[in-house]
């Protein structure tokens, strides 16, 4: 069964941690360019802290539809000033009340929207609201939706379908001054001292452009577009977990495969059952057709003999 | 936005739903206010069903041109010539195929559609390569992609492809009997060709024009959500056109479950991959589709594979609401961008002009040719008739004993005469 992990903890797959930590950390040298900072979807700040380490910008607009998760962002960043904003963001009131507070602190604007998109029942008012922003407030914009084609199931909490079709539509709508990101997924593994103390070490990924398939595409817009970073993050496999997964997967297929053999023994079994009691019919019916035509009978089962026509 | 959708007629087709879908949802946005002009007298079905949208209107086109838009955008070739009768800030052309591909080389109107093309107009498309076409046609317009989506209530994606272990191929032809390029008789054939065992479904609207087939079930015409029913007992949505826009069918069948055969036709490239979600055949290749088909009836397994990837496509493309959030942010972008001048595309009207008056000479040479050749026959003839026996001849026929023996050769007379016109 699949584990939507619309919020994002500490208890956070890896694999989809590290995704969201990736696309803090590409924004994270516009993050702390000097300028406000507003981080629409905030959620419960963990993959932004991750990212930006101790630094952070000096005025934050924390906005997420549910009041406590700004307040738990807030907290995980250290930032208890910070403005923190509940509402929807297809609101236009709410979007020039975020623009407001960014307008009035110094320096250009930025603003995150990661994984925000797709959850919105309409993006025209965001979009209506950030190219202006963009244009006369030097605003520079980040963000992220995911491709629904990489992905095996649909996802029950998003309200709109993404793919690189979509993607290249609202990139169309956005100023052609812009930067855009593929994310992929990686695989990789790391050899550690036998009693290594907790450590980071660097890794070198190897990507194939040509073939890579996105889980997620970025896009920034803005005057410090360009400031996007372009980088790999790796985190630790929970083993144990992927493990777990794994051998419960593997148990059900075993039970299963078990489970259609017997099934498939029982239908061979009584399937050779059948064909030799259709044969021991078969004898029966012909003794008794004899029997009846000794007496003169319509042999029974047959239409005359259904229909009730009396041989005599 | 005070926006006009320039339509022929609101008879039903897949071209006029598309616009009606855009138009609908464009209309419930707010202070958006959306016009369908009918640039022909009304006539056929009448404009039912959208009552309920109080800023969806239909205006005759006299009643069009006392208003005053902020886009007025052309949907089909002849709604162009309408177009800047409007009064209006900005002026666009949503494009639904490169439309002069369905007139045969001989057709006027294959001319007119073309250099419709060349208007001073923003552009709006639904395919990916309608937008590269008209990028190498026109590079000095703006044109906006925004694909066409899907009725996400109606061809809801099922949770599972549904699985056909061992039951014959279930195969639906698509497609109006009516349009050339659809190709529906030359599927129907490829799809009787099979060696499998097969059930073959043929939609159609009319019955009719379609004459007889090799088929196992002919239905229609039929609502979409009949439509959508079907597709979820479909394995393999056949399609064989050589002229699609955005190429629809296969898509609403992805949906359902099904996968698709189909031909390279534009528009497949969207979203159809060869051996991930469907299979691509070759063009005029009957006995090849055949096989192909025969190909999925026997391995039940890539069968389900395609299937499944199908349904996944089909996750990842946009609902019409979705789709008409992206017409909005285009028109928007329209009436931000400025204004194509008057001379915009002036050069390439002008050439197309010239070469269509080109290829019209080309057949005034020709048809000036055969009535030379003709004139050269014609001239014979009269010099026959003029000759002492053949005045006698003709002269006898004002008697009926002639006219009576020759009634016998009137046919043969008038066959001749027909050969010779």
């Known amino acids: ?312 | 936005m005070k926006v006009a959708f320039l339509v022929n007629d609101l008879a039903l087709s897949g071209g006029m739903g598309v616009v009606v879908q855009h138009a609908s949802r464009l209309s419930q946005l707010p202070d958006w206010d959306v016009t369908l002009v009918l640039v022909r007298d009304a006539e056929g079905p009448s404009w039912h069903g959208y009552e309920h949208l109080p800023h969806l209107h239909v205006r005759d086109r006299d009643h069009a041109r006392q208003e005053h838009y902020d886009i007025a955008i052309a949907t089909w070739w002849e709604t162009t010539f309408t177009l800047f009768e409007l009064s209006a800030e900005r002026y666009a052309y949503f494009i639904q195929s490169i439309e002069d591909r369905f007139y045969l080389h001989d057709e006027a109107e294959r001319l007119g559609a073309g250099l419709t093309l060349d208007l001073p107009v923003s552009f709006i498309t639904e395919a990916g390569w309608i937008r590269e076409t008209l990028s190498l046609l026109r590079p000095d317009a703006s044109c906006h992609l925004v694909r066409n989506g899907i009725e996400k209530d109606v061809f809801a994606p099922l949770e599972h492809a549904p699985v056909n272990a061992d039951g014959p191929l279930r195969v639906l032809v698509e497609g109006s009997p009516h349009s050339w390029f659809k190709h529906v008789r030359e599927a129907i054939n490829a799809a009787s060709a099979m060696r499998e065992p097969h059930h073959v479904t043929v939609v159609c609207t009319d019955r009719e024009a379609l004459g007889e087939v090799v088929a196992d079930e002919v239905v229609g015409p039929i609502s979409h959500r009949e439509m959508a029913d079907l597709y979820a007992q479909t394995d393999v949505v056949l399609k064989l056109s050589s002229v699609e826009g955005m190429f629809g069918p296969p898509l609403e069948g992805f949906h359902r479950g099904a996968t698709c055969v189909v031909t390279p036709v534009t528009g497949h490239e969207e979203y159809i991959e060869h051996g991930w979600n469907g299979l691509i055949t070759d063009w005029d290749d009957l006995r090849g589709t055949a096989r192909q088909l025969d190909l999925l009836a026997r391995d039940r397994e890539l069968l389900q594979f395609l299937r499944t990837n199908a349904l996944e496509t089909a996750r990842a493309w946009p609902s019409w609401q979705q789709s008409s959030q992206f017409m909005a942010g285009a028109l928007e972008a329209i009436l931000r961008e400025p204004s194509p001048g008057g001379a915009a595309g002036a050069r390439g009207l002008l050439a197309d002009l010239r070469g269509g008056i080109e290829i019209y000479n080309g057949h005034l040479v020709e048809r000036a040719g055969y009535a030379r050749r003709a004139m050269r026959f014609e001239r014979r003839i009269a010099r026959i008739r003029a000759t002492p026996p053949m005045r006698f001849a003709q002269s006898l026929r004002r008697y009926r004993v002639v006219q009576l023996a020759l009634r016998p050769l009137r046919p043969l007379a008038r066959r001749l005469r027909r050969m010779l016109s």
Request: glycine content about 6%.
């Open chain 1, 1 to 312: 069964m699949s584990d939507w992990q619309e919020r994002i903890t500490h208890e956070t797959a890896p694999a989809i941690r590290v995704e969201h930590d990736l696309r803090y950390l590409s924004a994270a040298p516009l993050i702390l360019s000097g300028g406000p900072w507003a981080d629409l979807g905030c959620g419960n700040g963990v993959a932004a802290a991750s990212a930006l380490g101790e630094e952070r910008p000096k005025d934050i607009v924390l906005v997420d539809l549910e009041e406590s998760a700004a307040t738990a962002a807030a907290a995980e960043l250290g930032v208890a000033e910070a403005d923190r904003i509940a509402g929807d963001l297809t609101d236009p009131a709410l979007l020039e009340r975020i623009g407001g507070l960014l307008v009035a602190a110094p320096g250009d604007p930025v603003i995150t929207c990661f994984e925000v998109v797709e959850h919105l029942s309409t993006f025209l008012p965001l979009l209506e609201w950030a190219l202006p922003l963009a244009a006369e407030h030097r605003a520079t914009f980040v963000l992220s939706v995911p491709n629904d084609a990489f992905w095996a199931t649909q996802n029950p909490h998003h309200l709109s379908s993404w793919g690189i079709g979509a993607f290249e539509e609202l990139t169309q709508l956005l100023p052609p001054e812009r930067t855009m990101l593929r994310q992929i997924a990686l695989n990789g593994s790391a050899l550690l001292d036998w009693d290594a103390a907790p450590l980071t070490q660097t890794i070198e990924a190897r990507l194939d452009a040509q073939r890579a398939v996105a889980s997620h595409f970025l896009v920034a817009f803005g005057p410090s577009h360009e400031l996007l970073a372009r980088g790999a993050r790796a985190l630790q496999a929970d083993a144990e977990q992927d493990r777990r997964l794994e051998r419960e997967r593997e148990s059900y297929r075993v039970q299963l495969r078990e489970a259609l053999a017997q099934q498939d023994q029982t239908i061979a079994k009584q399937t050779e059952e059948l064909r030799a009691q259709t044969a021991e019919f078969e004898k029966w019916r012909v003794y008794i057709h004899e029997l009846e035509a000794e007496l003169g009978r319509k042999p029974s089962g047959s239409d005359a003999a259904a229909g009730g026509a009396d041989p005599a």
